[in-house]
Structures are given as C-alpha cells and as structure tokens.
C-alpha cells in the first residue's frame, strides 16, 4: 500500500495530538462490521510501517499487507468531501 504526503501529513496531526504513546502509529484495523477503522498501536516486527523523521506513523498490519496491496491512501478536501480515502488506481474510491 502507497501512503500520499498529504495523508502521512494528517496522519501525522493525527498521531500527534492523540495520546500515542512511544513507538505508537495510527494503524488500520478491522472493525467489528468489516470496515477498515483507525486506531493507535505500536507494530509488530511484521507489519509495514510507514515512518517519519524515524518515528512510525501508518502501520499497516500483516494480515491486511496482501489485500491492500496496490491500494493508494489519500486525504482529500474538496468542497463536498474532506477525510482519507483509500483506492486502487483506474478502480473505485472507498472513503474510510
């Protein structure tokens, strides 16, 4: 999965004024009605973490590494529409 600048960004903002504690990142999980939600952890030695200035932002956990393979997450704001969505090129958009 690609992350956009602009969503490791808000990301970023996110983690930061959340109370993440060392080594936490904003990771995607699994809710309980199948959706794709955020929460903050720490990574395991098999996630895929996307990092900044060293200090882990995205993890993407190892169950979810193959199916979201070739998917991009972005932060729109447009005048309809303001928050991440998460899409695989030429395909159609899921906003998260």
Known sequence: ????????????ELRNTSDAGPGEGVTLVVTEDENLGLALMAPNDEDQVVEKDGDPVVIIPEPLIETLDGFVLDYVE??????????????NEIVV
């Not at 999965?1 to 970023?12: N, R, S």
């Not at 447009?78 to 395909?91: C, I, V």
């Open 78 to 91: 447009t005048p309809g529409q303001e928050g991440f969505t998460l899409e695989r090129p030429n395909e």
């Open 1 to 12: 999965m690609q992350v956009t600048d602009k969503a490791l960004d808000k990301l970023e």
